[in-house]
């Protein structure tokens, strides 16, 4: 169950290579952070085919768990774990709504609600929501040229990436992520393996 809602089926098993390494099939849960911000929902929706599949999933998955727990008090077993388990991937199933469903306000105030509700029942040490739903202003079109040209499906090196990827973007990464954090959240190079390793 909880690699159905930490996994996404479609996108973890397709093998994207960025720069040197495969893109982990594990994108939008990153160590101990849940991540929804704009960026990755148009991210998500190019590489996932099936979205609403995605959502069924994970949905279908957070009811197992709810169905363990009600088994659990049924035999009188504690069920602390079962409740920080729940509300834990009630988060992530509902990310997973607001990437690949319609975007309204509903989704938002509800991730909203959930963040402030876990937090405020969970001391640290828990996941950490990261919400940012400001726009992130980019043509479909243009970040579909973009994300073919960044990204590619085989291990070996094309001629675009031995120009541009391996060399001038690590020249230019760092005038990047000064222009915009939100890509390259504060949390993530402070991680083991962090973004900055990626440019190197």
Sequence with gaps: MAKELLYIEDFAT????????????????YWRFIIANHFLR??????VADGQRAIVQGDRALEKIRWM????????LPCNDFDFQYD????IAAVRHYYFGDFDER????????????????????YALMLDFSRFRLRRTHLRLMLKVMFRG?????LVDRIVILN????????LKRLNRRVVPAFAKDSAM???AIFK
Excluded at 154 to 158: A, I, L
């Design 69 to 76: 727990r009600d088994l659990a008090v049924q035999v009188g």
């Design 168 to 175: 001038v973007l690590s020249l230019l990464y760092p005038v």
């Design 107 to 126: 989704i938002i105030q509800r991730l909203e609600a959930l963040k402030a509700a876990y937090e405020a029942k969970y001391p640290e040490p828990r």
């Design 14 to 29: 397709r093998r994207i290579y960025f720069r040197r390494l495969r893109v982990p099939p594990l994108v939008t849960v």
């Design 42 to 47: 148009k991210f998500m929706r190019r590489y």
């Design 194 to 196: 962090g973004f900055d």
């Design 154 to 158: 085989e291990h070996g090196y094309r």
């Design 88 to 91: 834990t991937f009630e988060i």
